[in-house]
């Protein structure tokens, strides 16, 4: 029987990529304005969602790239592994990682803007972050998009 953190870092691409398609559902959603159409008991929940499902994919990303640099330093003794794979892991964990932390900081944004700054809600703060998440989602799907889904369901 396999431990809980191998069966977390089996399924960990597949989680990613769920995220990613909720954060382009957020996003087709914020720009096609049709959150107007929720009745009001979804509606009430529509902007935590603007700034959860962000949160969570770059969460996510950056717990994923620190699994990921984690296992370059651990197998860096093994004879098998090409170096070119390890340096192409090692940059495309570069890249993630700054993608991840520029939606945070977004993230972090919208909230103060909309529930902390004294000027009161910016609505436009919302749709910049889920753009934003979008990116890194559309990052996220070409990383391990199809060869997720594939090995997992």
Do not use: C, N
């Amino acid at each position: 029987m396999s431990s809980f953190p191998e069966r977390i870092s089996a399924h960990w691409p597949a989680i990613e990529v769920l995220l990613a398609l909720l954060v382009f559902g957020t996003t087709a959603m914020t720009l096609t304005e049709t959150m107007a159409m929720l009745p009001r008991q979804l509606g009430v929940l529509w902007l935590p969602a603007t700034v959860l499902f962000p949160a969570l994919l770059a969460s996510s990303v950056l717990l994923g790239v620190g699994i990921r640099l984690g296992s370059i330093v651990r197998d860096r003794k093994r004879k098998d592994r090409s170096r070119r794979a390890a340096v192409v892991e090692l940059v495309v964990s570069f890249v993630l990682g700054l993608a991840a932390l520029y939606t945070l900081v977004w993230v972090f944004g919208t909230v103060y803007v909309l529930f902390f700054g004294t000027t009161g809600g910016v609505m436009l703060a919302p749709f910049a972050t889920v753009v934003v998440a979008s990116g890194l989602g559309v990052l996220v799907l070409f990383t391990h998009g199809g060869r997720a889904i594939r090995r997992r369901w």
